[in-house]
């Protein structure tokens, strides 16, 4: 749905990024969505967005934001490191006025949740040196999202959609699906990017469960997962005998010669509750 509060038509987002003359920066892991039906398509991946309150991360020219602004969002809150990208942004908040908030920090260095009430949700085309260690952030504290919808390169939303027992699941994985319900939304090829990256890109859509870990809870997963995973080819009663090795798997009912990618989420929740009482 196409506000009625624009007064005027934007112009073309390759005319903004000229008459700005804003290029990706390698250093800040930019690539650019300028395909306004691939960026609705992703804002689609949210929906309902009718009075919800989303965050984006790295709007760089702002594509996406605003597929976001056309959709029936409450508002829109946009977070930019670069300065290059400002006057950019700010134009297009006064082409909506009231629902485009930017707001000119490091997105690693603000508490995203705090910035909007709820309903609220995250939609971004993250920068991809940066993507992984957000998304565990925003996993510390996902009860307070009703979805996350995010771009990584490939390999990384095969890491956090992964099952047991295959080539992606590790660490990554057991985080994303103890809090939240996750699947691959969408698929993207280089070429859908300025300038394209270098491998493919898709999008990880996740649902946070009702139900979240304490962040004590949630501390010990974090430390078994490491341990686990950071020594993926040894047997667990060796991996993990940081953290009690064969007497917390035994406590747990896991085998010690099984290896990590073999357990499921379920019993990485139960090791992750026992190793919560040992602190």
Same mark, same amino acid.
């Given at each position: ?6 007064? %005027? ?77 400002? @006057? ?5 908040? &006064? ?15 603000? *508490? ?6 709820? @309903? $609220? ?7 991809? *040196?940066?993507?992984? @260690? ?24 095969? $890491? ?35 300038? @394209?990256?270098?491998? *493919?890109?898709?999008? &990880? ?31 667990? $009663? ?23 990618? %073999? ?17």
């Amino acid at each position: 749905m196409t506000s009625s509060s624009t007064p %005027t038509m934007l112009p073309p987002l390759g005319e903004t990024l000229k008459t700005h003359g804003l290029l990706a920066k390698k250093s800040l892991g930019q690539h650019f969505l300028l395909d306004p039906s691939v960026c609705h398509r992703i804002a689609g991946l949210g929906a309902p967005l009718k009075g919800r309150h989303v965050v984006e991360i790295g709007p760089g020219p702002g594509g996406l934001t605003r597929a976001l602004l056309e959709s029936d969002a409450a508002t829109v809150t946009a977070v930019e490191i670069d300065e290059r990208a400002w @006057p950019i942004l700010d134009e297009l908040a &006064a082409h909506y006025p009231g629902r485009l908030n930017i707001v000119k920090q490091d997105a690693l260095a603000v *508490n995203a949740a705090a910035l909007v009430p709820a @309903p $609220r949700q995250i939609i971004a085309n993250l920068p991809y *040196n940066v993507g992984t @260690p957000m998304l565990i952030n925003w996993l510390r504290q996902a009860g307070e999202w009703e979805r996350l919808v995010l771009m990584f390169q490939a390999e990384v939303a095969e $890491r956090i959609c992964a099952a047991p027992g295959t080539s992606h699941y590790g660490r990554l994985a057991v985080l994303s699906q103890w809090c939240a319900d996750c699947h691959i939304g969408m698929e993207l090829p280089p070429g859908a990017f300025t300038p @394209p990256p270098k491998v *493919n890109s898709a999008v &990880a859509v996740l649902v946070p469960h009702v139900q979240q870990p304490s962040p004590q809870l949630f501390k010990a997963m974090e430390r078994v997962t490491a341990a686990a995973f950071g020594q993926r080819r040894k047997m667990l $009663r060796s991996s993990l005998k940081s953290l009690g090795g064969i007497t917390l798997l035994e406590e747990a009912g896991i085998e010690g010669n099984r290896r990590a990618e %073999t357990l499921t989420v379920a019993e990485f929740a139960r090791l992750a509750a026992l190793e919560a009482t040992k602190r």
